[in-house]
């Protein structure tokens, strides 16, 4: 089997079918499409199987997180390849046949990620280099980026020079919104962390996929739509934001100190605490989460 696309499901339905039309357009014959559904109450479950019945669907019977549903996914895979891609995203036509290509020339590339766009078709900066501890205040999604949003802070961590990129480039690490890589990432690297709660996942993959010398990359070419759920200005539950900047000090700690009781995982932690208020705070001013297209 050449290639196993992976979804993780809660409560996708608003999404999930573009998403798996989309694939279903693109994929080539020798393909299957796997999706782990965490216990979603919304009827994904039931749509899936009136209307989707080629896609194998793994039901867990409580939400197990997203890394645990993930690594299941990785289990199950029969494919040369993966594609994990969030429930909230569209491929472009010719995204799959891209991006296989591009890994079939270069096999000693670990992984790869096409250009994301956001619903405005503006490119959503996922391909980045990876964060230092400054970023906790001057991330992609704090206050102070939206503020000053061409300060060098943010410009170096989102890679912005690679922006007008046409050509295939490297990169520190990409969103697992969509990311592609050959099974043998997985048996060489291991599966996902499941200490984190979802965010900030990929960029710990990806790092152990730098430290094992193995080159990642971005193809302007393929193109993906995310309709990303936490992007910024929009509605977020706090149960979001206070898994996004744990699973940021988890990164931090995990990679760029000697511990937890490090002084610069405390500080680090100090940071991401002021920015959760802060985050909290606009919270209550931003608008309703909907599906771009809804009215």
């Known amino acids: ?27 080539p014959a020798d393909a299957e499409i796997i999706v782990i559904d965490n216990a979603s109450h919304d009827g994904v479950c039931d749509l899936l199987g009136q209307q989707y019945p080629s896609v194998r669907l793994i039901k867990n019977d409580r939400n197990v997180g997203h890394c645990p549903a993930t690594n299941q996914g990785f289990r199950a895979a029969r494919g040369h390849f993966i594609m994990l891609l969030d429930a909230d ?4 036509p010719e995204t799959t046949s891209t991006l296989l290509d591009f890994l079939e020339r ?7 990620a096409p250009r ?10 996922t391909a980045r280099n990876f964060p230092s501890i400054i970023n906790a205040l001057w991330g992609r999604q704090t206050l102070l980026a939206r503020l000053f949003p061409n300060n060098r802070f943010t410009t170096a961590y989102l890679a912005r020079e690679n922006l007008a990129q046409s050509e295939p480039f490297p990169v520190d690490w990409v969103s ?6 050959p099974r043998s990432t997985v048996d060489e690297v291991g599966e996902w962390d499941e200490g984190y709660g979802g965010y900030w996942v990929d960029a710990d993959w990806c790092k152990r996929i730098q430290n094992g010398g193995g080159p990642i990359y971005c193809i302007p070419e393929a193109r993906v739509w995310h309709f990303e759920q936490n992007r910024p200005g929009r509605k977020r539950s706090l149960s979001r934001i206070r898994l996004f900047n744990q699973g940021a000090h988890r990164f931090f700690t995990k990679h760029h100190t000697w511990g937890p009781w490090d002084p610069r995982a405390l500080a680090a932690g100090g940071l991401l605490s002021l920015r959760t208020i802060i985050q909290a705070t606009q919270n209550l001013f ?3 989460d909907k599906k771009p297209n809804e009215t």
């Open 176 to 181: 697992a919104a969509c990311m592609v890589f």
């Open 1 to 27: 089997m050449l290639i196993s696309y992976i979804i993780v499901s809660f409560n996708s339905r608003p999404y999930l079918p573009d998403c798996l039309d989309s694939i279903m357009a693109d994929a």
């Open 286 to 288: 931003a608008s309703e």
């Open 89 to 92: 995203t569209k491929l472009e």
């Open 106 to 112: 270069h096999p000693q590339v670990k992984a790869v």
């Open 116 to 125: 994301m766009l956001n619903p405005d078709s503006t490119i959503q900066e």
